[in-house]
């Protein structure tokens, strides 16, 4: 590391140097000038999956808004979701100039009508504070044919970071992330990628735990080899419940209420199975179409878990929401995300921009393509950042083998608390440089000393530590601001 934040800046040289090198090819050039587009954009986040994984649910979850999209056409087509002034839909076509949409909202989120089958996206602008930093890409299942293998590496070419959903995070579910070849390029692979048991609340036959024992699954499968080499992390959400705590209603308060004031004995026999809780009649309050909506909005489990929330003190809205949201998932998959993606924008998308030069200089060769190659290589050879966001992967799900005081310093030191000298240092921002310098040169050697002593599980986390100080200290002593 060169300097915080150098990345970004040798990235930004490398886009323009490959324009000017591409300066006879004008298809080569309008795809680099795109590169580049996106580079100064917002972060790409794609919500993929296997078939029926509950993609659109959780876009609906993240979003805190009905915005999944369903159209009258055959669904193959990839749909985005950013941020703007007024709701509206775009179409583009695999043939044709993009053309606008009627776009619709009703109860079960949005929908555009006269949509054809040979669609390659739509794209859908919504005012949400949640989509203007980031936008969203909702796809199709990911099959294990030929054509869904061909869609996926698509894909990750489009996206900065990805949510991956499965029902199971079985192996041959995590067989249908496409492996990233090439030297460096398969050495970042894991980067930009979550995996998310989703459906959680069905795990289990959906029995009143099923909550827990999804992130059971998930933290015992976050430290299996199989997953490690394809993801940075795994996490359990049940986006049903979680998009129903960011909507919550106070009708839909209230009936939940109603069902958690009859006695357990009296109600949980209707709790067994959805045609139980419709069939119960005037038993059950509240009335069966209240009772419908509620399976609809919450599921089953959702509903024991809501009337248990309510019986052990959420009173109100606001309560029960806050804490359907922790027992989802959702939350803890927000502090992921901003985390490992958001916080660590600049970084992915630097990753996606250096994947896009060695590509074009690959398929597009050239006098100079070995000397873009070359530079791409140096780029990444002196990539400090793609170490430190391993690490924070690492002691996000404990496989860094340092104790816990050694584990919150080296994610503060690698930049998990934010990117500035002052926050890896845990400083005030007002420091003055000399007491930066001696922060860091303390901190740089008492990691050389836990590098030397680390046993073989955490010595590659000390070291990554060590050259993160080391990169501070330079950064100090070439006069680089601070903040």
Request: proline share 6%.
């Amino acid at each position: 590391m060169t300097g915080t934040g150098d990345l970004p800046a040798r990235v930004h040289d490398l886009l323009a140097e490959a324009i000017r090198i591409y300066h006879g090819n004008p298809a080569a050039q309008a795809w680099l000038y795109r590169q580049a587009e996106r580079f100064a954009g917002p972060l790409r986040l794609a919500v993929t999956g296997t078939p029926g994984a509950g993609k659109s649910t959780l876009v609906n979850a993240l979003v805190g808004q009905g915005v999944a999209l369903s159209t009258d056409g055959d669904g193959g087509h990839r749909t985005w979701y950013s941020d703007g002034p007024q709701p509206r839909a775009q179409v583009r076509p695999l043939r044709g100039a993009p053309y606008e949409v009627p776009l619709h909202r009703d109860d079960h989120g949005l929908r555009v009508v006269g949509v054809p089958g040979d669609v390659l996206e739509i794209l859908v602008e919504w005012p949400s504070r949640s989509l203007r930093h980031t936008h969203l890409l909702d796809t199709p299942g990911l099959s294990a044919s030929d054509a869904g293998w061909a869609a996926a590496g698509e894909l990750w070419q489009e996206a900065d970071a990805v949510l991956f959903l499965s029902r199971t995070l079985a192996a041959a579910d995590l067989g249908r992330v496409p492996p990233v070849r090439g030297g460096w390029a398969a050495a970042t692979a894991a980067l930009h990628v979550v995996a998310v048991l989703s459906r959680a609340d069905e795990t289990a036959g959906g029995r009143v735990d099923a909550l827990l024992a999804a992130k059971q699954i998930a933290r015992r499968r976050r430290r299996e080899p199989v997953l490690t080499v394809v993801c940075q992390d795994a996490l359990a959400v049940s986006g049903l419940v979680g998009y129903a705590a960011r909507t919550l209603r106070q009708d839909e308060f209230d009936a939940v209420a109603g069902l958690s004031t009859l006695p357990r004995a009296e109600l949980e026999p209707y709790l067994l199975s959805v045609d139980r809780f419709r069939a119960a009649g005037t038993a059950v309050a509240p009335p069966a179409d209240r009772r419908e909506r509620l399976l609809d909005r919450l599921g089953l489990t959702g509903i024991r878990l809501a009337t248990t929330l309510v019986r052990s003190g959420a009173h109100d809205t606001a309560a029960l929401a806050e804490a359907l949201l922790r027992h989802s998932g959702l939350a803890e998959l927000q502090t992921a995300v901003a985390d490992l993606f958001s916080a660590r924008r600049d970084v992915l998308k630097s990753r996606v921009a250096l994947l896009a030069v060695e590509h074009l200089a690959h398929r597009e060769p050239g006098p100079q393509s070995a000397y873009l190659l070359g530079q791409v290589e140096r780029v990444v050879a002196g990539a400090h950042e793609f170490e430190e966001l391993r690490l924070l992967a690492a002691l996000r799900t404990r496989r860094a083998g340092l104790p816990g005081d050694l584990a919150v310093e080296a994610r503060r030191l690698a930049g998990g608390d934010g990117p500035t000298v002052f926050e890896r240092l845990g400083v005030p921002a007002e420091t003055p440089p000399e007491h930066l310098w001696a922060h860091a040169e303390a901190a740089a050697e008492r990691w050389r000393h836990e590098a030397q002593e680390a046993g073989p599980d955490s010595r590659r986390a000390a070291q990554v530590v060590v050259q993160s100080c080391e990169g501070m200290l330079q950064q100090l002593t070439e006069g680089i601001p601070a903040a």
